[in-house]
């Protein structure tokens, strides 16, 4: 008989997971397996089933239970006590390796576990010593698994309520190294889009999407999950914010869903998405934590926001994207990271068929959507150097004639710009598709198109007032001579160049108050 040596549970567990709050996810994935088989039991009603997480940052401790079925103490040394040997049914169950409830061991002194089942009087404990795992680990000695296993894991039991039924883990005494583990804040920000929740009841289009699964016959699973009190719900939001100094403000919006179902040559169904319809004004920014198309299984999120990434046909598409791609098929079955799937032939048609619409639809939204924005953009740019020409003439305001003759240059190119985004614009009229008609109404809402149709023969700039012998800005400073006039303009002309527009505005403005 083969032995199995000690570098295989530092695999299972330091070696499992690059982030640590993945663990969460594996404490969380199990305790609803069990909540569904309590449904199934008639132990829970489908509204009853709880995950109830507890973090302490002083005390360093975390608690993670369920209320769901327990485990009878008959059957708790072999289940708890087996490594990699589960029971569950790979396709049906969330979780089926039987090595998640290991990975609490990399991150505390201590980890337990307690249970009861209903009828018992008895709640079942197992108690390991992560530390002594670790420190038997890096020994410059052999052992086997069974040597670590039977050194660090003790049974005991303790009295229990008989209508009670629960699961709990606790990770005791977390490392130093992992405070991440203790942040409220990030813990909620990571379960929110990672753990099996509903959306937010703010998200305006979370019906459709439950409209859509109902349409495909697909049921999505939603649990209740708190942490320190607080449900969990997926934020998804449908403002899109960027930094502006040390504020958040809008800068796009998600007008609408688009949902697609992907099916292989038989015709079964592989996986479905929503995507959000915005602008596609730039990436989506960091601070938006909903950003990137996420994969789903069970309605728990595998891998990270750029899971998808490498199906575009150029990576940094996946950001302008927010959304959803909920597999389908039983045999597109997680890796052990769950961060994606393992490799067959149903995985490599899922991503044959997600990359074909990726390439195609996606790669037009947000690049052929960004083309019609620069378009409108250029009008609004002539538009409003038009304005600006025949206001400063009005008011005198022109610093020289140099000054003149340079806004006159920017009108001419401008004008030149804006004739080229008529033609863009009715290229994209020769070659759009359905999802991109949604987004040009988008743009072009935002963009007010219905105000900026150029008649570009009838842009006409005012002629000098008659009789005007100075039209310039230094007419009205009366308390100036020629000469002075003439020191001014020069002086104006250098604020204007090296100077933001908004500031030389204004540095201008008092010039003139001082000077009349």
Partial sequence: MATVGKNILDNLTTGMYSDSKVIYREYIQNACDQIDKA??????????GLVDIYID?????????DNATGVLSADFRENLGDIANSNKKIGQDKGFRGIGRLCGLAY??????????VGEE?????????KKMRAMLVENKKYTLDDIWDSIVKFDSQPALSE???????????????TALLDEGKVKDYLSFVAPVAYKNTFIFRSRIYDHAKEINYHIDEYCIKVNGSQLFKEYKTRLKEQNGSQLKDYDEIYNLEFKDFYDSDGEMLAWMWIGLSCFEKQIPKNNLMRGLRIRTANIQLGNDDALAELFKESRGNYYFVGEVFSVSKQLIPNSQRNYFNENKVRIDFEDALRAYFYDVLHKLYTVGNKIKNA????????????????????????????????QQDIENAKRKAEEADKVLANVDNNIIAPLIEVRKNIERKYNADKIDINYENAIILPEIEGSK????????????RNERKLISRILSIITDIAPKDIAEQIIEKIKEEMS
């Fill in 39 to 48: 449904i199934s039991d008639g132990i829970l009603s489908a509204d009853e």
């Fill in 57 to 65: 940052e002083q005390k360093r401790y975390i608690s993670i239970k």
């Fill in 108 to 117: 505390c002194k201590t980890l337990k576990f307690t249970t009861s089942a």
């Fill in 122 to 130: 008895t709640a079942s404990v197992m108690i390991c010593d992560a």
């Fill in 164 to 178: 009670e039924h629960f699961f709990e883990v606790e990770l005791i005494d977390i490392n130093k190294e992992n």
């Fill in 376 to 407: 409108y953009k250029r009008k609004e740019e002539y538009i409003a150097k038009v304005e600006d020409f025949d206001n400063k003439q009005k008011s005198n305001s022109f610093i020289n004639e140099e000054d003149k003759q340079k806004l």
């Fill in 470 to 481: 100075n039209p310039y800005i230094t007419a009205g400073m009366s308390k100036l001579n």
